[in-house]
């Protein structure tokens, strides 16, 4: 049966959980549908349900693990009043008003599942990763993809950074503050990133870089204790010591249900103006599914607090 809800938030993260807060305490009656577990991209919680202690965020000050702080966000929003719906969105339709989403657990799907006055997009973006056997399950371990929220960790140990391109010479400049030594693992013979940007990595002293070579496999039980390298030349191998791997190959956008329908560039993150406004009158978004730049849970939060109050405001409007 279909239901009509005022507000219906896609994605579960810090930003589709804030919106959810703020847009319950508004009295919008919000639904988050909140993602799959079984799913690779918008899973509930977002990419925090991946990550072990957290020490950046404010207000936690001996850190506290990701799930949990996951938890306590959906708990604050079931106990405003929204609701959460567990499954992932697999169509949307913003041809007009009322928008309609459908639902991966519809037995039938000749009707949506919501139809929507509005609606919040926060399925965040995924991480791309190398496919190695427990890469998965060291994230958090020794294995990470975000420097800013990890580096701290590996105060004065021999790290890896994968990548080529203009972030992973940033995360690999920004290690240096608190590794020893940073190797710029690279499976070219030349570096993709910007002239400028390569430039400061090759004359950084606490950086080496490895060229033509990706990892092949991580070495350790609980946590990574080395990797091994191929050689993308002559296949030869060799393992290096670090204690940590940071993968910086990019980043990919839950936004492949809503192609041809919202304002997207040219790498699929979604257009916003005016705050969390995108091309659809009515639809808004937050989060990393149009942040490229900053991509932390308290830059997600905060622009989920700034959805719920454009959704609000844009409601009033309407009646």
């Known amino acids: 049966m279909t239901e009509r ?12 959980l804030t919106a959810a807060i703020y847009t319950a305490r508004a009295n919008l009656e919000p639904v988050v549908i909140e993602g799959e577990i079984s799913s690779t991209s918008d899973q509930p919680g977002g990419q925090l349900m991946l990550t072990t202690e957290i020490e950046n965020f404010p207000g936690f000050i001996n850190g506290i693990e990701g799930p949990e702080l996951m938890g306590n966000f959906k708990a604050q929003a079931e106990r405003f009043g929204a609701k ?18 459908w639902t991966s657990d519809q037995t039938d799907e000749t009707e949506p599942a919501y139809i929507a006055d509005s609606v919040i997009i926060s399925t965040g973006a995924r991480s791309l990763m190398l496919g190695l056997d427990r890469e998965i399950e060291l994230i958090g371990h020794g294995v990470s993809t975000c420097a800013t929220c990890d580096g701290f960790f590996f105060r004065g140990r021999e790290i890896a950074v994968v990548g080529g391109g203009d972030s992973a010479m940033e995360e690999a400049i920004f290690l240096t503050k ?12 030349e570096l993709r990133a910007s002239k400028i ?4 990595a090759i004359k950084n002293e606490k950086i080496t870089i490895v060229w033509n070579s990706v990892v092949s496999k991580l070495n350790g039980e609980s946590a990574l204790t080395s990797i091994e390298l191929t050689n993308t030349l002559d296949s030869t191998t ?4 670090v204690s940590g791997l940071f993968v910086a ?3 990919v956008p839950n936004t492949d249900i809503f ?9 699929g993150y979604i257009i916003t103006s005016n705050g969390t406004y995108t091309s659809v009158d009515g639809v808004f978004a937050c989060g990393d599914v149009q942040d490229h730049t900053y991509r932390q849970a308290i830059t997600a939060a905060g622009s989920g607090c700034m959805a719920a109050i454009d959704v609000e405001r844009w409601l009033e409007n309407q009646h």
């Open 259 to 267: 192609q041809s329908q919202i304002e997207m560039d040219e790498n």
């Open 249 to 251: 190959i990019g980043h």
């Open 5 to 16: 809800v005022k507000v219906a938030i896609v994605g579960s993260g810090p930003a589709g």
């Open 238 to 241: 060799r393992q290096l010591d």
């Open 178 to 189: 608190f590794a020893s030594r940073v190797y710029l693992i690279v499976r070219r013979g």
């Open 84 to 101: 959460i719906h567990s499954a992932k969105v697999s169509r949307a339709d913003f041809s007009q008003r009322p928008f309609k989403l």
């Open 197 to 200: 940007m390569a430039e400061r």
